[in-house]
């Protein structure tokens, strides 16, 4: 019995000769620069709302406000080549923020935010001639004929431009390593498609090699992007041979040396001496050892499927996605996403000969997502937006190529697919915005976590801190403390210290002394030694703020701090009758440290007169009115030395 022929015709993706040059007619042309021009100010629409936004205490302390390299550029070029931020190396990053520093300051995120918006925007077009190289044909037709390859790749740009799942990586400042690194990721994958294109000029996979170590320069996932390039040599239906293996090896090699870089740092240690860290605070959440592979594939498997639902229905995002093991609802959720993970991979898998752009596309997310799919635990969070920024370009263009395929010959379907598609671009641009304005401040932000998240002790934190360091508004501090004491909160002594200090600021000196208490209690080598000792002085009681501050000394401290600490330890001495010891600590504070508080140069002045030092004392006096003309105290000193 002979076999019947299938009259099934396979979806085309590059039917035509790929070395062959496209040659765009005038209404392509046309349509092509429109797209552009559509995709640039959809990026502004959707994300200039935040240019004014501010840092957020949710590693922009680490990464920019208590950053030396950042705060002070100058002359520490190198060292940013030898550090690591957050037990993460990426220098071509930091050097980015750097630049950023010397040239507008770090008064302002402005900035930096806008300078991440300018890289996305540079993404954008990137994908987009991305996916045009992906379906070359011989003839480009306009983007009114949905089954053009302009039409797919500027659908899958435009929601790559304006999808919220991207705000967290474009808006927070600390994410510039996300649009960085994809920027010279997506610039690989063109020159390696170029690569391919151009019967293999060695030029182009010279390109991609570089590029490659720029973007892992960028950021630690861009290892993947080799494993990217054997999916793209599929694509264009590319023999597994030798020269493919040869041809692939020293992105290989290049891979593991990031990963051994990564994966030494992230254990704490600093690769044979060539890297040290820049801060002491990893900024990473804390990470349950108890959790079992069995619950790495749980966690892959409910993201997969909740970054999926949220391609379509983006709602209740949040900058933190907590585990929450014992939550039975979750538990369903996991059921869920392992079965939903299963029918996906069979899915893919059964398309690897009959629908290549679904392979492609589900391929292409999982490769891109899988140093951060929570298989192996990174961080303190089940998900995370930003983990998106890449991976959706992957299933965007398979469902945009299918879309294409399906409504090509039916003028109706036509014309509802790309109303369709518009409407719901211009719904993601609305949430944009709304999200972009979740980024204002460490507050908003918080806020919109708690609406979600009501437990999430890290943003009972987050709020209380903002409320009192930013807003003054100690009664919403102490509330908000409490809260995350109360909701688990026991990473380190932070609510406690915050509520010693929003009750000092209160002036309800019994309460803070007791939180100060409790804190040095819960850590004793806490830099909270200089606060309670700062209190005692405040509260004249230099006798039990000697002992504090002497304690204090032996912490390490960026420079502004040691002069506090030095000139407070001086005032105690001061007034214990110390002088020497009083005079010695000011003139470090002062003369080291280069303090310039008033109150030091008084109290200095009073230390030298008392040693017989009456020159020394007239000109700190003058030295503390100069910094201060209303200062009564050394009006009236020098008046008793004679000095009008």
């Known amino acids: 019995m002979s076999k ?49 936004n501010s840092f957020v205490e949710w590693d922009d302390n680490i990464y920019i406000t208590f950053n030396d390299l950042i705060q002070h550029p100058a002359g520490q070029w190198a060292e940013a080549w030898k550090t690591h931020v957050a037990l993460n190396y990426h220098p071509l990053t930091i050097t980015s923020m750097m630049i950023n520093s010397s040239i507008w300051g770090v008064e302002s995120a402005r900035s930096f935010i806008v300078t991440n918006t300018i890289i996305h925007i540079l993404n954008v077009l990137l994908v987009f001639w991305f996916v045009l190289l992906l379906l070359k044909k011989k003839e480009e037709t306009n983007i009114s004929t949905l089954s053009s390859p302009l039409f797919i790749a500027f659908f899958t740009a435009l929601i790559f431009a304006v999808h919220p799942m991207k705000v967290e990586s474009v808006i927070w400042v600390s994410e510039r390593k996300d649009v960085l690194y994809s920027f010279f990721f997506l610039g690989g994958c063109i020159t390696y498609l170029k690569y391919l294109d151009s019967e293999f000029k060695v030029k182009y996979l010279i390109y991609s090699m570089l590029l490659f170590i720029f973007s892992c320069l960028s950021k630690g996932q861009a290892v993947v992007l080799p494993v990217v390039f054997l999916l793209l040599d599929y694509w264009r239906d590319r023999k597994f041979t030798a020269k493919l293996i040869i041809e692939k090896a020293p992105f290989f090699a290049l891979s593991m040396l990031f990963g051994l870089i990564a994966t030494n740092i992230q254990g704490g240690g600093d690769f044979h001496g060539m890297i040290h860290g820049i801060s002491e605070s990893s900024g990473l959440g804390a990470i349950d050892k108890s959790f079992t592979l069995l619950d790495g594939f749980q966690h892959a498997s409910y993201g997969f499927m909740t970054y999926c639902f949220k391609l379509f229905l983006p709602l209740n995002l949040s900058s933190f996605y907590p585990y929450i093991k014992e939550n039975h609802d979750y538990q369903h959720n996991y059921t869920s996403g392992i079965l939903f993970s299963i029918v996906v991979v069979a899915i893919t898998f059964l398309s690897f000969k009959r629908n290549k752009v679904v392979f492609f596309g589900f391929i292409f997310f999982a490769i891109t997502f899988a140093t951060v799919s929570q298989i192996l635990q990174v961080g303190g969070a089940i998900m995370a937006d930003r983990y998106t920024y890449l991976p959706y370009i992957g299933i965007s263009f398979m469902l945009f190529t299918l879309i294409a395929n399906i409504v090509q010959s039916n003028a109706s379907k036509k014309n509802i697919a790309i109303s369709g598609i518009s409407l719901f671009s211009i719904f993601l641009i609305f949430i944009s915005r709304k999200q972009v304005e979740v980024w204002q401040n460490t507050g908003s932000l918080m806020k919109q976590r708690i609406e979600i998240y009501p437990d999430d002790h890290r943003a009972h934190l987050g709020i209380a801190k903002y409320a009192g360091e930013v807003e003054k508004d100690y009664d919403l501090s102490l509330s908000e403390n409490l809260k995350a004491i109360e909701t688990g909160y026991d990473y380190d002594a932070a609510p406690w210290s915050n509520l010693a200090t929003a009750y000092y600021m209160k002036g309800d000196k019994v309460k803070a002394l007791e939180y100060y208490d409790k804190t040095i209690a819960k850590e004793p080598k806490s830099k909270n030694y200089l606060n309670r000792g700062m209190a005692y002085l405040n509260y004249q009681q230099p006798d039990k703020a000697l002992p504090d501050l002497e304690k204090a000394i032996a912490l390490p401290y960026d420079k502004t701090k040691k002069a506090v600490l030095f000139g407070s330890l001086a005032t105690a001495q001061l007034n214990t009758g110390k002088i020497k010891e009083a005079l010695t600590n000011y003139n470090i504070s002062i003369d080291k440290e280069g303090s310039q508080d008033a109150i030091h140069f008084y109290n200095r002045g009073v230390a030298r007169l008392q040693l017989g030092d009456k020159e020394g004392a007239i000109t700190d006096m003058k030295k503390c009115l100069t910094i201060n003309p209303e200062y009564q105290d050394a009006k009236k000193g020098l008046q008793i030395l004679g000095v009008k």
Do not use: H, Y
């Not at 019947?4 to 042309?29: A, C, L």
């Not at 021009?37 to 994300?47: C, D, E, P, T, Y």
């Open 4 to 52: 019947k022929n299938s009259t099934r015709k396979p979806i085309e993706t590059n039917s035509s000769p790929v070395n062959q040059t496209v040659i765009p007619t005038k209404s392509s042309f046309n349509w092509f620069w429109i797209c552009i021009g559509i995709l640039i100010m959809s990026v502004f629409i959707a994300f200039s709302g935040g240019f004014d």
